[in-house]
């Protein structure tokens, strides 16, 4: 299946969780560390970068971003799809 062709538009533009890591300072690789599941920095890349992501990583995404900051974010802070 052509991925161009599928109907679904996969790059969205950057999210609201570039903003918010921005503010605070964080760097994708700050995520990475503080996930207590695995996570790669690729994940926190595409997140900010708004790629469609899976609900799974949408997840391990925004847990990651609470445990860095001690702050409480829901998935609608973060993404904007």
Known sequence: MN???DGIERNLGEQPIA?????RGLKH???VVASA?????KMVARA???RRLTPNVK??????L???TGETFTLRDLFNY
């Open 19 to 23: 903003k918010i890591l921005a503010d």
């Open 59 to 64: 997840e391990k995404i925004l847990q990651a």
């Open 3 to 5: 991925s161009e062709n």
């Open 29 to 31: 690789h700050d995520l």
């Open 48 to 50: 900010c970068k708004g």
């Open 37 to 41: 599941v695995p996570m790669t920095h």
């Open 66 to 68: 609470c445990a860095a």
